[in-house]
């Protein structure tokens, strides 16, 4: 009897344990990006962002470094990374970071320059780097039409910059911005493909925006060459493409890593869509496999008139519906 016990549990754990471990490969990080709240202080206070996150369950960070900030006449400073990065420590918060050079027409040497550095100084601390902010928008990176060529030189020299300086960390390609603008953005796929050109690039996983403040998440589609929430496989299909290749490899994992609503404006909607969109948004995203990460940007909204208006707190702290939806998505 007591051998037939034995065998009847060891057979249903091997009925229940792969379906946990296929849970688990679907395991998706929901992270946050606030510098104005974690960094430069300037709406919340740290400890009340820090209080909020423990209430989503959101244990990682995004950070925006730029070169122009650090920047001084003895190298660089990055004092006030230092204490947004021991804070976050300190609260059980894994942090990345993104590196802009002096944008939008840089200095390839000078970029590498500073990614070293900041790989170097951050060494141990930071695990996972972005080379530069939506690189097919013209604000970051000008004049468009010659970006992806400009971006290629910027990529392979922050890559080995920042793996010369900490060879266990992960560096992301991309970050691009969702979708053709006309003269303001190339289409991402466009964009990675002429990138992609000269090949043999190396990544350790592609890195975008999925916004489209227009259209509900399930109607967001575009052109074939733009990559929405709704039309991620545009991109997975390019990035498959170009490892076949051997163009660009690395970049089974994909990071969403910056995602939101709009609450005002001429694009903002109601607080009630917003959560319903942003849990249908989170949806889609955790059904991808491919999908490893989604970034909400902001926490709380900006108290100085910016229009991006996508934080999931008031300006004041108090819960908006979309901290709900979020908080549920990260759980």
Avoid: C
């Avoid at 034995?6 to 849970?23: E, N, Y």
């Avoid at 369950?57 to 001084?72: F, W, Y």
């Avoid at 790989?119 to 468009?144: M, T």
Wanted: proline share 5%; glycine share 10%.
């Amino acid at each position: 009897m007591h051998r037939l016990i034995v065998t009847i549990i060891l057979a249903a754990m091997a009925i229940l344990l792969p379906a946990a471990g296929a849970q688990a490969a679907r395991g998706m990080e929901v992270a946050i990006q606030d510098e104005d709240v974690f960094v430069d202080n300037k709406t919340l206070s740290p400890d009340r962002g820090y209080a909020a996150l423990r209430q989503l369950g959101v244990k990682r960070m995004r950070m925006l470094v730029t070169q122009a900030g650090v920047e001084n006449g003895n190298g660089f400073d990055f004092a006030k990374y230092d204490r947004a990065i021991g804070q976050a420590a300190a609260n059980g918060v894994r942090v990345q970071l993104v590196l802009v050079g002096r944008y939008p027409r840089p200095n390839v040497p000078s970029f590498a320059r500073f990614a070293g550095a900041a790989a170097g100084h951050f060494q141990g601390r930071v695990d996972r780097y972005s080379i530069w902010n939506e690189p097919n928008f013209k604000s970051w990176l000008a004049p468009v039409r010659r970006a992806p060529a400009l971006y290629r030189k910027l990529y392979i020299a922050g890559y080995k910059a920042v793996k010369a300086a900490d060879r266990r960390a992960k560096v992301l390609i991309g970050e691009t911005a969702p979708y053709a603008q006309g003269a303001r953005a190339m289409a991402p796929v466009k964009f990675i493909k002429k990138v992609a050109r000269g090949g043999k690039l190396k990544s350790d996983g592609y890195a975008h925006h999925p916004y489209d403040f227009d259209n509900a998440p399930q109607r967001s589609k575009r052109g074939r060459n733009d990559a929405t929430i709704g039309s991620l496989s545009n991109m997975t299909k390019a990035l498959d493409q170009l490892a076949r290749q051997r163009k660009l490899t690395g970049t089974k994992a994909l990071y969403l890593t910056e995602y939101g609503y709009l609450a005002t404006g001429r694009r903002g909607i109601s607080e009630a869509k917003r959560a319903k969109y942003l849990k249908k948004g989170l949806s889609i995203a955790r059904k991808n496999r491919r999908v490893k990460q989604v970034v909400q940007y902001l926490l709380a909204q900006p108290s100085d008139g910016s229009p991006f208006t996508t934080g999931i707190l008031s300006t004041n702290g108090a819960q908006l519906p979309s901290f709900g939806a979020l908080m549920r998505a990260a759980r």
